[in-house]
Nanobody, 119 residues
Framework: QVQLVESGGGFAQPGGSLRLSCAAS????????MAWARQAPGKGLEWLCG????????YYAASVKGRFTISRDNANNTLYLQMSSLKPEDTALYYC????????????WGQGTQVTVSS
């Protein structure tokens, strides 16, 4: 079955950086476009960015464009999110997912990794 395990979250100061990782298993990772999404307290799930199955194209929401970079390692079934110039409003639980995220089944979501940006 699909398993997605996010890691790398933590605390950062405004302007700081963090790198998230997502280990994927249970499906043919290299065949799927992937995405990162987040959920802030009291808010809905927000799609942040996506990457084509082969990594040759990437897409970003306006809220993170120019600050976040999505990448993937198909040899190791791993998805990454490099986050820079972090803001307090980036505080959220971050998830990786197949893209589009609407195709994700309820049991396929991982636990997420918490990112907290605060001075």
């Amino acid at each position: 079955q699909v398993q997605l395990v996010e890691s790398g979250g933590g605390f950062a100061q405004p302007g700081g950086s963090l790198r998230l990782s997502c280990a994927a298993s249970g499906f043919t990772f290299r065949n799927y476009a992937m995405a990162w999404a987040r959920q802030a307290p009291g808010k809905g799930l927000e799609w942040l960015c996506g990457i084509r199955y082969d990594g040759r194209d990437t897409y970003y929401a306006a809220s993170v464009k120019g600050r976040f970079t999505i990448s993937r390692d198909n040899a190791n079934n791993t998805l990454y999110l490099q986050m820079s110039s972090l803001k307090p409003e980036d505080t959220a639980l971050y998830y990786c997912a197949k893209d589009p995220i609407s195709t994700m089944r309820e049991g396929e979501w991982g636990q997420g990794t918490q990112v907290t940006v605060s001075s």
